[in-house]
């Protein structure tokens, strides 16, 4: 079983930042794709951020210009760093990382997600 921990979610006030830490029990250069997603209650989960072993990046509109996806592989953690944070960006923000296994299917990890809260 491959670990994802996040860490760094907390309250915050609009306009203010957070930097997210995932770190995996694996080498994050052994996934396709890392990524970071953000779920509220009632709502789908919803991509934020990825960042492939290549180092492609993509962002949702919505954060696009204010969130940073990165890498750091000899400490196996992906991070966010969050910018001129909303309120509408409050959510449970969880990392995910996606690899093909031996077998051929794709093995989908997800960490216990952090929580941001953003102030208005």
């Known amino acids: 079983q491959v670990q994802l921990v996040e860490s760094g979610g907390g309250l915050v006030q609009a306009g203010g930042s957070l930097r997210l830490s995932c770190a995996a029990s694996?080498?994050?250069?052994?996934?396709?794709?890392m990524a970071w997603y953000r779920q509220v209650p009632g709502k789908q989960r919803e991509l934020v951020a990825s960042i492939t072993s290549t180092g492609i990046t993509n962002y949702a509109d919505s954060v696009k210009g204010r969130f940073t996806i990165s890498r750091d592989n000899p400490k196996s953690t992906v991070y966010l760093q969050m910018n001129s944070l909303k309120p509408e960006d409050t959510a449970v923000y969880y990392c995910n990382a996606n690899r093909y296994g031996s077998a051929g299917g794709l093995l989908v990890y997800w960490g216990q997600g952090t929580q941001v809260t953003v102030s208005s």
């Open positions: 694996a080498s994050i250069s052994s996934f396709n794709v």
